[in-house]
């Protein structure tokens, strides 16, 4: 048996009104220990344990299998710790993964608890897309449990992202059961421009709309610009990395002007996700 041992830890930071960057309030890093417990034969098994600032333990187990076939199964189970500090299974999430040089497929099945101590399915997720270079089409749709038991599409992504100069743009256009009769219409969307710098810094712009700009009503189906965000992502030595998070918004007439205020900051090791 292979058991490979990685730490991570993730400590966030905010700003007070003079700009100083500050630990968040009731923020301790948590942290995460993470083993390789097997990678071989086409099975690689990974136990994921976290320990949270606020004291409740977590545990996961994420067991990939490459099938025969080559679609790819991965399981994945999340244990949570109650007041007594028992880990107990609270979910367990089973997905089928088909992948191809131009298409992907893919299928998940989520479990929860339930009123009996066991687990039920509460939630499917179907996942097809086509893959061209440098552009990759994607659509997510979700099912969950309706009042009689069986299941209804009650969300759906339609994902495009493109490569080009060096530039990645994504666009994701979020679809939403709004009506009695479970019909989908469009709530929200999110525009991003990642470019990646020389010095390893990514930087991210994103633009979110939905269907209400603060303050303002708006028609059926309109989006309205509600806020823009800017990501960086900036190497720290060894496997650092600082991820800082600014914001700005619209007034009440939709125009955007000065400068993005940074709202947040975070160290992560290897990766902020």
């Not at 994103?206 to 708006?218: D, I, L, T, W």
């Amino acid at each position: 048996m292979i058991a490979f041992l990685v730490l991570f830890a993730f400590q966030d930071y905010t700003y007070d009104l003079n700009g100083r960057k500050v630990i968040a309030p009731n923020q301790n890093p948590d942290q995460v220990e993470e083993r390789i417990l097997e990678d071989a034969g086409g099975r690689k098994v990974i136990e994921r344990t976290i320990r949270r600032a606020d004291g409740q333990p977590e545990k996961v187990r994420i067991e990939e299998r490459k099938n025969a076939d080559g679609s790819v199964t991965t399981e994945t189970a999340v244990y949570r710790g109650d007041l007594n500090g028992r880990l107990n299974l609270a979910e367990k999430r089973v997905s089928e993964l088909r992948k191809t040089a131009t298409h992907i497929e893919e299928s998940t099945v989520v479990q929860r608890g339930s009123l009996n101590g066991g687990l039920e399915v509460v939630e499917k997720r179907e996942r097809s897309g086509t893959i061209a270079p440098k552009v990759t089409q994607e659509e997510v749709r979700t099912f969950r449990k309706d009042a009689n038991g069986g299941f209804r599409e009650a969300a759906r992504q339609s994902i495009e992202r493109r490569e080009e100069n060096g530039k990645v743009t994504e666009n994701v256009a979020e679809y939403q059961a709004a009506t009695g009769d479970g019909q989908l219409q469009l709530s929200g969307q999110k525009v991003s421009n990642a470019v990646k710098r020389p010095d390893g810094t990514t930087v991210t712009q994103v633009e979110v709309y939905g269907m209400a700009q603060p303050g303002r009503a708006s028609r059926a189906g309109e989006l309205k610009l509600r806020e823009q965000q800017l990501i960086e992502q900036r190497p720290a030595g060894g496997q650092s990395v600082v991820e800082s998070f600014s914001v700005r918004r619209p007034d009440l007439d939709g125009k955007v002007s000065g400068d993005f205020l940074k709202v947040s900051e975070r160290t992560c090791q290897k990766a902020c996700n």
